[in-house]
């Protein structure tokens, strides 16, 4: 939980210096943190308060220090630019953000920026029951626990334990303790939620290759109403996801999203986007469950666009007459003659 007061030891820390370079490490008593100006002294650090500002020692003063033997340290190899020390360094307990960010991982994390979305549109709020698929190193679940809060409730369902154990581990140096709203399972998520209470979820959260194949058990331990989100990355997966959602009858017109991040430089005058930004990381696909006995609405296609037919498995007159209505599905012969007088008028230009 986010604390206020003396940093004690146990807790993780963020040192960022003037260039906003971060490192987040955790307090330990005659620990150490080796940046590239020096060595950062817990002990120096323990007891102060977030927003104080702590300078690096040299690696030699940090063993005088430790009392240590020059004969032990003279195998270590001290690199000359980490030696010097006498830079700054602000202290600061890490935002969430910065912590999944930072945090051991074993599998790949989804960005904050996917994250956020799927907190907000996803409607995740206090109380509720969430299910979620794929903990991966603990992300997306540290973020619905907090969303969540002790009163709601997480269920994670993780095929890999050794996956499994990086999440809860990350968790419990979050919060301090194990949280004990949260039940992580291990096993597949068919088996798994077949054994779970049906409609006992208000929300459900699938981070794995294949949630199209996962939805049939979806629907049976999400209460009606209840919002569906998966986190795929490639187009394909998004493709058939989505049709899949269409297929079943029983959710509502997908909603597909992605979320691309760039930060900006404001200083003085010199106001510009960075030249990197965090792009494409993936897309999420939101849908709401039907009641039992009702079926999604949808919307009516016009009889010529056949977006579901492989044009290559179609005969040579079917193959032209599809192409002749997508090229001129968008166009009316009134506005054709006007493209190509404007275009005539243009090119006759270059002629003078």
């Given at each position: 939980m986010p604390q206020r007061g003396p940093l004690r030891i146990g807790?993780?820390?963020?040192?960022?210096?003037?260039?906003?370079k971060r490192i987040t490490d955790q307090l330990v008593a005659g620990g150490t943190t080796q940046t590239e100006h020096g060595l950062i002294v817990h002990d120096d650090v323990i007891g102060l308060h977030e927003g104080s500002i702590v300078d690096t020692v040299s690696a030699a003063r940090s063993?005088?220090?430790?009392?240590?033997h020059p004969e032990r340290d003279a195998s270590k190899p001290w690199k000359e630019t980490r030696a010097i020390g006498g830079w700054?360094?602000?202290?600061?307990?890490?935002?969430?953000?910065?912590?999944?960010l930072s945090m051991p991982r074993g599998a790949q994390i989804m960005y904050p920026k996917d994250i956020a979305q799927v907190i907000q549109?996803?409607?995740i709020r206090s109380g509720m029951s969430v299910l979620e698929s794929g903990a991966g190193s603990g992300a997306m679940s540290l973020n619905i626990l907090e969303a969540v809060g002790e009163g709601g409730e997480l269920t994670t369902i993780e095929m890999r334990p050794d996956f499994a154990r990086i999440a809860k581990a990350n968790a419990t140096l979050y919060f301090g303790a194990y949280p004990q709203w949260w039940n992580v399972l291990v096993g597949d998520f068919d088996s798994v939620a077949s054994s779970l209470t049906e409609r006992a979820y208000d929300r459900i959260v699938l981070d794995m290759l294949d949630p199209w194949n996962r939805l049939d058990q979806a629907y049976r331990v999400i209460a009606p109403g209840g919002v569906l989100v998966a986190y795929v990355t490639t187009t394909t997966q998004m493709s058939r996801l989505a049709q899949a959602?269409?297929?079943a009858g029983v959710w509502t017109e997908p909603d597909i999203r992605e979320t691309l991040e760039r930060s900006w430089k404001a200083q003085g005058l010199a106001v510009r986007p960075d030249h990197q930004m965090i792009g494409h990381t993936g897309?999420?696909?939101f849908s709401r469950a039907m009641a039992p006995g009702f079926t999604a609405l949808r919307k009516r296609e016009h009889g010529s666009k056949n977006t579901g037919a492989d044009i290559d498995a179609m005969s040579d007159e079917e193959r032209r007459e599809q192409l002749e209505q997508l090229e001129l599905r968008d166009i009316s012969d009134r506005k054709l003659r006007r493209v190509l007088r404007d275009l005539d008028i243009q090119v006759g230009e270059l002629d003078r």
């Open positions: 807790e993780k820390v963020q040192f960022t210096d003037r260039k906003g063993r005088m220090r430790d009392g240590a700054q360094y602000t202290v600061m307990r890490p935002l969430l953000a910065d912590y999944v549109s996803g409607d959602l269409r297929s897309f999420l696909v």
